[in-house]
Structure formats: C-alpha cells, structure tokens
C-alpha cells in the first residue's frame, strides 16, 4: 500500500519555480488521489439491495417499536399482511426510541420497500433529522432497516444475504473479543482460553489503554498483554488488539511497534477515533494494519481514511453506522481501494446474525469477524431448527430461510407493548 509521509501540496508551495522534476510526482500522487476519490464516489454511489427478483410492490403499511422486559423489537409489515422483525440492543435503545416514531417511522409508511437504498438516504432530510445524525438516530435507522429488509425476505422468500447482493460463503470464521480493561493479564488471558475452548475461534482479541486515555497501571497492563497473549496462544492464532483511543500518537507507534515484534493482526483506534490526520500518522509510521472506523457516521469522512490510507481495515459499526445498505457502501469504497471491511458489532440485539449475513455477502473481508457469544435473553431458534445462533469450530454459518432466517417465538411476542410515542 502507498502511503504518503508528507503532505505533498506543502512540498510543492515549497519548491522553486524549476523544480519540475521533484514537483512532477507530487502533482501525479495530486491526480492519482482525485482519481481514486472519483472512484470511490462512484462505487457507494452504486445501489445494494438487489431488487432483481422483487417484481410487486412491497409497500410499508406499519412500522412499529414494541417492547417488554427491556427488549425492544422492530416490526414491519406490508399491505399484504407479512411481517418483518429485527431484534435492539436492550443497552442502546431504551435512550433512543422516541427517535423511531418521531423522525423515522412516519417518513417510511406508505413507501415501497424495494426503495429502500434511496429510502435511507432521503429519510435524513425528514424533519431536518440529519441535525440528529449520531449513534442514537442511525441506531434507530438501522433496526428499522433491519425490520424491512427482513419483511421483504418473508415476502420474496428471499435471505437477507441475497438481497445484499448473494453470499460469496457458506460461514465466516470469527476472532472471539474480550471487552475487559479491569482485571489482569493473567485474568484476560485465561477468559481469551475459556472463549476459545467453547467457541473454536482461531483468532481472539483484546483491549489495551484505559479507553481514551491511559494510565500508569494501563499502561503496564499493556506492556505485559502483548507479549502474553502471544506466548498464550502461539504463533497459529491471529491476534488483535483495540485501544478504544486511548493513546497520543508517540505511544502508539510504541506500542504498535511492540504488536508488530509479536506479529499482530491489527491495531484498531489506536488514538482518538475523530483524530483522523493523526490516525494517518500512526498508519504512516508502522507497517502492522490500522483499523477503525466503529463511531463513524459519515461516508465523506470514511472516503477521507480511504482515500487518505488513514486505515488499511474498515470497521464501521453496522448498526452505528445506519445498517446493512450504508455499510455496503463503505465496503464498495474500500473494496475500490483495495482494502478490507471488518465491520464492529454490537453482540447484543442478534449482533452476530446480522453481522453473519452482511459478511457473507462481501467479497473484501478477513477470514475472521467480530464475535463475542450469545447474549441476548430472547427466547428465539434459526427457522427449523430449534437452534441458537452461535459459533461451532470458529465459524458462524448465514441462515438461508427468508429474511434473517431466525423465528421468535410467538409466546413472547404476545407480550409485546408498543413503546411511547
Ligand atoms: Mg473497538
């Protein structure tokens, strides 16, 4: 990969009127970035929900948020009475609901479903509702999304991974991720040996800083996990780290430096997620890949890292992110660039499922994605089945019953309320 240490329209201010040797490649890395930015535009300018086989109308007669136990759910139905469903994540949604009703759902009723590439897009300018764009808001879209991609899954027959595009895999591998900065070493490693055992994952990660900042014990936690988890596991696992931006440029690099001794996979948010210049001089000055991308909202500021090389791994969450389509859109970009998408995910609200289904359906992906379990306290199988979604021998396997391909089950969905509006 290119990588660009200095900024080359200073060098060029800089330069003598005769220095049209040096100046000619400046100008050509010049015309190769606005080449590629026009590149990039083009692909996530490209609609994703495959309409091919969709000939009738699917048009939106109710989209409704409904609740019970502090499990929120997304139901969407059509005028010919199907329903889709999409499960929230009980620990975002009771602070963004009122979003649903008010900025969301009375926009989308009444609309045909098959729109829905341009219906996510034009959704924003309900209401101004671009002013709320944030976690919260695409959070809201997103399940929403979600709700009718799987209705129109339960109408075509369709999976959502068709409807995406059709799946290049079967099933994805998964790196199993621990979330804890509180215990020790010793303690993450041990709970990386348990996650492993019971899951096959051949790739694990873990968390180094103090999330934003750093400390003196973090630090000396982070010095010790490195080479740790390496010696744990030996040189067969991919291992990954995430720093949830906590580090100044110069203690990355330092610690990226140590990752690279112990042959990491990836370095992910090494300094705070919104300092993307600064991202990029951390990816310039180590060879390990730097990931990111999980708070990000904005397809502009994803070009900007793309076209920038600021990140060789994308990760935009695909519920923070807004969903399924918009996150398709950042895979066609990096896809242009010649880089990855692993995508971040929540593992609450059937993370991993959804996650399944749209990295099944992209080509430009690692062999391992983000996993961390089961979670979620709803009673539901994959269609058929009897069976909860969860990891055998380190992969997950994308259902091809329509929509998502997994049943609630109907008793406790009787017990659903609709929320306030
Ligand atoms: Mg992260």
Redesign the pocket.
């Known amino acids: 990969m290119t990588r660009h240490r200095i900024d080359r329209r200073q060098l060029l201010k800089l330069l003598p009127a005769g220095a049209a040797v040096l100046a000619a490649p400046a100008v050509a890395a010049s015309t190769d970035r606005s080449a590629l930015k026009a590149r990039l535009r083009e692909a996530r300018g490209r609609p994703v929900l495959d309409r091919s086989a969709l000939d009738e109308p699917i048009v939106i007669d109710r989209l409704e948020m409904l609740r019970r136990d502090g499990q929120y759910f997304v139901r969407a139905t059509c005028t010919e009475g199907a329903t889709g469903w999409a499960l929230c994540n009980p620990g975002r949604m009771p602070s963004a609901f009122a979003i649903f009703p008010n900025r969301i759902a009375p926009y989308l009723v009444g609309k045909d479903a098959r729109d829905l590439d341009t219906l996510v897009d034009d959704v924003l300018l309900y209401r101004s509702s671009y002013k709320w764009q944030g976690l919260p808001y695409w959070s809201a879209l997103a399940r929403t999304e979600l709700a009718i991609l799987d209705l129109i899954g339960q109408r075509s027959g369709l999976p959502a991974h068709a409807l995406l595009g059709g799946k290049v895999r079967d099933s994805i591998g998964v790196y199993y991720a621990n979330g804890d900065r509180k215990h020790s070493a010793d303690w993450v490693v041990d709970r990386l040996k348990a996650s492993v055992a019971e899951s096959g994952a051949r790739a694990v990660k873990f968390k180094l800083g103090a999330r934003l900042r750093t400390t003196a014990a973090s630090t000396a936690r982070d010095l010790e996990l490195v080479p740790k988890v390496r010696d744990a596991f030996g040189d067969e696992m991919t291992i990954y780290a ?1 720093a ?1 931006s906590s580090y100044d440029v110069p203690e990355a690099i330092r610690i990226g430096r140590l990752m690279e001794e112990y042959d990491y996979g990836f370095f ?2 090494p300094v705070r997620f919104d300092y993307l210049e600064e991202t990029r001089e951390v990816a310039d000055a180590l060879s390990i890949p730097i990931a990111g991308g ?1 708070q990000e909202s904005s397809l502009w500021r994803f070009e900007w890292m793309i076209a920038n090389a600021a990140v060789q791994i994308v990760q935009p969450d695909l519920i923070y992110f807004g969903g399924l389509l918009r996150s398709m859109r950042v895979a066609a970009m990096a896809r242009e660039a010649g880089i990855d998408i692993v995508p ?1 995910i929540s593992p609450m609200g059937l993370g991993a499922l959804y996650m399944t289904h749209f990295a099944c359906a992209v080509g430009n992906t690692t062999d391992f994605q983000e996993y961390k379990g089961d979670p979620d306290e709803v009673p539901y199988e994959i269609a058929g089945t009897g069976e909860r979604f969860r990891a055998k021998d380190g992969r997950l396997t994308v259902p091809d019953a329509p929509g998502f391909g997994v049943r609630f089950d109907p008793d406790y969905l009787r017990g659903l309320e609709p929320v306030p509006t």
């Open positions: 995430d949830n992910e948010e999980e971040h």
